[in-house]
């Protein structure tokens, strides 16, 4: 059999799948596999090592690890996908644009008031974070759901310590002119979990872990699309490397910093300096 001969037998043996879209997807994996190997010549070691590295990733999953999202991510999938289903043309061009949601995003965070404070403990630096959600006519959207969510000053998320305490993530409704604003951390620069195949991966390709500092947002509303997104920090070095490409020009905001001693807008005192960022928020309706 030819090697082409070998992949139509192959894509048509899935000719039977009921599910067409199933039958699309798979059909199309197959393609593309057999092209990737007949492009590259792959030896059976290579693939050995392939298989071993994929096994190595299903071993460090677990509930709080996900390898695969990773994976995925610095391969350039994740945001791949955030872009062919980002919103199309008309109404949606206005739209906030996605960006990745990455491993940490938990479900159940608490909720604060308007104007409160997600640190929870978590340490940094003292961010008022503060904006208005609307439609994509700038008609404002009131109780839309805002949940947030970073990393501490050490680069890490709540679910990565062993403490079990949730800080540095909340979720708010928006009031009756689609306002909102809280209390955040000012983000820093933090690397993906690298002690793992990915981490190797990364490595031996020279490239390196970090991601640029970014606050991460999930707004929802009903009868709107729901927007996955980050604000990331203007002028930050790391903003054209970052480890899983999630950096888009429209989301990155000023976070002006503001000695010890200024007053604040709710009349806070923090102890050293703090930082402002504003960041307004258009849904697209379903
Ligand atoms: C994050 O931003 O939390 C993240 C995204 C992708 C991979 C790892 C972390
Ligand atoms: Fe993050």
Redesign the pocket.
């Known amino acids: 059999m030819t090697e082409q001969a070998l992949t139509d037998k192959v894509v048509a043996s899935f000719d039977t799948a009921k599910d067409d879209r199933f039958r699309e997807l798979i059909q199309a994996l197959v393609r593309h596999a057999h092209a990737f190997v007949r492009e590259t010549r792959l030896t059976d070691g290579e693939w050995s090592a392939a298989i071993d590295f994929l096994t190595a990733a299903g071993h460090i999953t677990s509930e709080t690890r996900q390898e695969f999202?990773?994976l995925s991510?610095v391969l350039g999938i994740s945001m791949l996908t955030v872009a062919v289903n980002e919103p199309g043309l008309g109404e949606a061009d206005e739209a906030t644009q996605s960006t990745?949601l990455?491993?940490?995003f938990v479900q159940d965070s608490p909720e604060i008031e308007l104007g409160g404070d997600i640190a929870g403990g978590a340490g940094g630096e003292p961010s008022w974070v503060s904006g208005r959600v609307t439609d994509t006519a700038g008609k404002p959207v009131a109780g839309a759901r805002i949940e947030v969510w970073e990393a501490d000053d050490d680069g890490m998320?709540d679910v990565q310590y062993d403490h079990g305490t949730l800080a540095g993530r909340a979720h708010l409704y928006t009031d009756a002119e689609g306002r909102y604003r809280f209390w955040a951390l000012t983000p820093t620069p933090y690397p993906?979990?690298h002690d793992g195949p990915v981490g190797r991966l990364l490595q031996y390709a020279g490239r390196s872990p970090m991601?640029a500092p970014?606050l991460?947002f999930k707004v929802t509303a009903p009868g709107f699309h729901p927007l996955i997104t980050?604000i990331f920090v203007a002028d930050d070095p790391y903003l054209d490397s970052d480890s899983?490409f999630?950096v888009k020009d429209s989301l990155i905001r000023p976070f002006t910093r503001h000695d010890a001693g200024t007053p604040t807008p709710d009349g806070r005192e923090p102890e050293g300096s703090w930082t402002s960022a504003s960041f307004d928020i258009a849904l697209k309706k379903e």
């Open positions: 999202v990773l991510d990745v990455g491993p940490f998320y993906i979990p991601r970014h991460h980050h899983v999630g």
